[in-house]
T-cell receptor, first 116, second 114 residues
């Protein structure tokens, strides 16, 4: 089965450390989303790529977060330096070119980040 | 900020009963989707309803959409313990940068007890 793969699944890090989360979208999907999920804020859209170009990263704290797609098979979300308030589950999702016309987007299992 | 808000936040029912969850949203939409999330897992797409549709069915799921009230409902009939999960509505909104983006509501936690 095609699936979105995220690594790491779990990460515990100390405040101030750099954290990089990776996502392999489903082959052929040209749209990638990064979401953050917390109990307080729910699911927040952090970044949105189409054909590797960022369309929207307004939901992302710019001073410490960065998102890139070095190639079509890899999306990265980096936090530097990390803070305890960044503790959350980070989801990557990918969609086909027609995802918004009746097709779905597919989520990975998430990267569970704890910053202590 | 959340585009959609689900109601109720939590719902507990007995197996076999029907479960109804509601979603309200703020701005005009292209379509609305419902997702399910099992504890500790990613979200899984359930059903999509377009802005020109009023009702849609998929198995035990029934979704309605009222664009005049900016609301949607998800009905799960004959619920099973395996339906225990969080359910989210998501709206496809036009994005000024080109294309559309998907934003999620606050979710309803459904618990189906034996």
């Amino acid at each position: 089965d095609a699936r979105v793969t995220q690594t790491p699944r779990h990460k515990v890090t100390e405040m101030g450390q750099e954290v990089t989360m990776r996502c392999q979208p489903i082959l052929g999907h040209n749209t990638v989303f990064w979401y953050r999920q917390t109990m307080m804020q729910g699911l927040e859209l952090l970044a949105y790529f189409r054909n590797r170009a960022p369309l929207d990263d307004s939901g992302m704290p710019k001073d410490r977060f960065s998102a890139e797609m070095p190639d079509a098979t890899l999306a990265t979300l980096k936090i530097q330096p990390s803070e305890p308030r960044d503790s959350a589950v980070y989801f990557c999702a990918s969609g086909s070119p027609s995802w918004d016309s009746g097709n779905t987007i597919y989520f990975g299992e998430g990267s569970w980040l704890t910053v202590v | 900020s959340q585009q959609g808000e689900e109601d109720p936040q939590a719902l507990s029912i007995q197996e076999g009963e029907n479960a109804t969850m509601n979603c309200s949203y703020k701005t005009s939409i292209n379509n609305l989707q419902w997702y399910r999330q099992n504890s500790g897992r990613g979200l899984v797409h359930l059903i999509l309803i377009r802005s020109n549709e009023r009702e849609k069915h998929s198995g035990r799921l029934r979704v309605t959409l009222d664009t005049s009230k900016k609301s949607s409902s998800l009905l799960i009939t004959a619920s099973r313990a395996a339906d225990t999960a969080s359910y989210f509505c998501a709206t496809v909104l036009p994005f000024t940068g080109g294309g559309n983006k998907l934003t999620f509501g606050t979710g309803t936690q459904l618990k189906v007890e034996l």
